[in-house]
C-alpha cells in the first residue's frame, strides 16, 4: 500500500459499503479494476437502439403521408412529440449510470423544452388548429438530436462503476460554514437594495450557497447522515426561493433543483433511484411553478404559467419560417461572440455585442425593441440564425463533442477523492458547468455563459481566498499534495 493510500485509510478508515451495510475491507495491494460492460469486439446495441429512435420516427411521419387517421398532422405531431419526450428522458436515465451527467440534463432539457413543448402546443391547440406548423421543427430537432446521441453520446467507452463522491468531514464543515455564509450575504443584498441594483451576481452568490450547503453534507467513509443531508440543503432552498426567486427565473430554480439531485445522486453507486425521482416530479413541479408565474398575473398572454417552457419551441419555428422564405438575417457567429464576452460589464464597453435574447426581439418582436424584453429560441434557433440550415448540421459535431469532453472533464474530477477546499470547489465548478445545460438549451449560449459564467466567478473568488488564508508561510516550502494540513480545514 502506497503513503498516499495508507493516509486515506488512517483518515477515513477502511472502505465501507453504501448500500446500509459494512463491507469487508478490501485487501492491501493493488485495486482490481472492475469489469466493463462490454469487452472489446463485443457487440454493442448502441447502433441498433440509435436506428431503432431513427425508425420509429420515420414511422410517425408515415402517419401523415398515409392518411390513416381524420388529422394525419396532428396526429403525426403528437406521435414525434412523445417520441422526442421520451427519448430525453430515456437518454438523461440511462446515461452516466447513477450518476447525473452534462449530456444527460441537456437531453433532460430536450425533452422538456421540445418533446413536452410540441406536445402541449399542439394539444391546446386541438385537431386542425395549430397556430403555428410546428411539425417541421419538430422533425428537425428530434432528428438532429438523435443523430448527434448516436454519433457522438452513445459510444463512449464504458467505465468501471466510480466510487461515491465522499469528503473528510472537516472539509465537509468548511463547506457548510461558506454556504451558509454566502447563502445568507445574497439575502442580505437582496433586501438591502433596491431591485434596479440587483445584479446576476447577487443571485449567482446565493446559487452557490446551497450547493455548498448540500456539498457539506457528503459523507465520509465513518459518516451517514441522511436526515440531515436532506433537511439542511433543503432548507437553503427555501430561503433561495423566499428572497432570491423573484416568481420569474424559474429556470434558474429548476437548475439550481438539479444541482441538488447531481450531489444526492454521486453519493451512491449503481443505484439510479434519484433520476427516477426527477422524472416522476418533473410534470407536477412544471405546472406548479407555471401556477406562481399564472398567479401574479405579470403577463396576461401567458395566462397557464408555461410560456417560459413551451415559448421558445414555438420561436424556433417562426424563425424556421422566416429563413424559409429569405428573411432571416444572419448573425455569422456574433451571438456566440457576445457569448464569450458576456461577462464584460456594459459599463466598461457600451457597444457590447447583445446576446441572442436581445437579438431576437428586432426579428420576432420589432414592437418591442428597446423595452429590455428578451426572446428565448432554443439551442437550435441560435444555431440557425447564425449559418442558417447548415448551422444546425454544424450543431451536431460542436455540440456532441463539447458536451462528451465536459463530461469527461467533470469525472475526472469527481473521481478524485476530495481532501481539500480546493478539490471540494473544484468539484463545484463542475456541477455548476453541468446543471446550466438547462440554459443552453433553453437560449442557447450567452445566457448558458452568464448564468453559469457568474456563479463560477463566485467560486473563483473562494478559489482565490483559500489560496491566500492557507498559503505556507514565507520561507517554508509548502505541504505535500497527497497530505493536506488539517489545520487548514478548521479555519
Not at 477515513?12 to 479494476?33: D, E, I, L
Not at 428522458?89 to 432539457?109: K, M, Q
Not at 456539498?215 to 433537511?231: K, S
Not at 457567429?333 to 435574447?357: I, Q, Y
Amino acid at each position: 500500500m502506497s503513503v498516499q493510500e495508507r493516509q486515506q485509510v488512517e483518515r477515513w478508515g477502511p472502505p465501507t459499503g453504501w448500500s446500509g451495510h459494512r463491507s469487508a475491507a478490501r485487501p492491501p495491494g493493488p485495486a482490481q479494476p472492475a469489469p466493463v460492460a462490454a469487452g472489446k469486439g463485443a457487440f454493442s446495441w448502441d447502433l441498433p437502439v440509435g436506428l431503432g429512435w431513427l425508425a420509429a420516427g420515420i414511422a410517425a411521419l408515415g402517419v401523415e403521408s398515409l392518411g390513416i387517421t381524420a388529422d394525419p398532422r396532428h396526429s403525426t405531431t403528437l406521435l414525434l412529440g412523445a417520441l422526442a419526450l421520451l427519448f430525453g428522458l430515456w437518454v438523461f436515465y440511462c446515461d452516466g449510470g447513477a450518476r447525473i451527467t452534462a449530456v444527460g440534463v441537456y437531453n433532460f432539457s430536450f425533452a422538456l423544452f421540445v418533446g413536452f413543448a410540441a406536445l402541449y402546443t399542439e394539444i391546446k391547440a386541438g385537431a386542425g388548429a395549430s397556430q403555428v406548423p410546428i411539425l417541421q421543427a419538430l422533425s428537425l430537432c428530434y432528428f438532429l438530436h438523435v443523430s448527434t446521441w448516436l454519433i457522438f453520446w452513445s459510444r463512449i467507452r464504458r467505465r468501471p462503476e466510480s466510487e461515491p463522491v465522499r469528503a473528510d468531514p472537516e472539509l465537509s464543515r468548511w463547506a457548510l460554514r461558506w454556504g451558509l455564509t454566502l447563502l445568507v450575504l445574497g439575502v442580505v443584498l437582496t433586501v438591502v437594495f433596491p431591485s434596479r441594483y440587483h445584479h446576476l451576481l447577487i443571485d449567482s452568490t446565493g446559487f452557490v450557497g446551497v450547493v455548498l450547503l448540500g456539498l457539506g453534507l457528503l459523507p465520509g467513509r465513518r459518516r451517514r447522515r441522511r436526515l440531515i443531508y436532506g433537511l439542511v440543503p433543503m432548507a437553503g432552498f427555501a430561503l433561495y426561493y423566499a428572497y432570491l426567486f423573484d416568481d420569474f427565473g424559474r429556470i434558474v430554480l429548476g437548475s439550481l433543483g438539479f444541482a441538488l439531485a447531481v450531489i444526492l445522486a454521486n453519493r451512491g453507486r449503481g443505484r439510479r433511484h434519484v433520476k427516477l425521482w426527477l422524472v416522476a416530479v418533473a410534470a407536477p413541479t412544471v405546472f406548479l411553478l407555471g401556477q406562481i408565474r399564472a398567479a401574479t398575473g405579470a403577463d396576461e398572454r401567458d395566462a397557464d404559467g408555461l410560456g417560459s417552457v413551451v415559448t421558445p419551441f414555438r420561436d424556433f419555428t417562426r424563425l424556421l419560417d422566416l429563413d424559409a422564405m429569405g428573411a432571416l438575417p444572419r448573425a455569422w457567429g456574433e451571438t456566440f461572440w457576445a457569448a464569450a464576452v458576456t461577462l464584460v460589464p456594459r459599463t466598461v464597453w457600451p457597444g457590447k455585442p447583445d446576446g441572442l435574447g436581445a437579438a431576437l426581439v428586432p426579428i420576432l418582436s420589432p414592437e418591442m425593441v428597446g423595452t429590455g424584453h428578451t426572446h428565448a429560441a432554443l439551442s437550435p434557433g441560435e444555431w440557425l440564425i447564425n449559418f442558417g440550415l447548415v448551422g444546425l448540421l454544424l450543431m451536431v459535431p460542436v455540440t456532441g463533442l463539447a458536451l462528451r469532453w465536459i463530461d469527461r472533464a467533470v469525472d475526472r474530477v469527481a473521481s478524485r477523492p476530495v481532501t481539500m477546499p480546493r478539490q471540494l470547489l473544484a468539484y463545484t465548478a463542475g456541477i455548476l458547468v453541468v446543471v446550466g445545460m438547462v440554459d443552453l438549451m433553453w437560449v442557447g449560449t450567452s445566457t448558458y455563459v452568464s448564468r453559469t459564467g457568474c456563479r463560477l466567478l463566485v467560486v473563483l473568488v473562494l478559489v482565490v481566498l483559500v489560496a491566500w488564508w492557507h498559503r505556507p508561510p514565507a520561507g517554508l516550502p509548502g505541504h505535500r499534495p497527497g497530505s493536506p494540513l488539517m489545520s487548514e480545514l478548521r479555519r
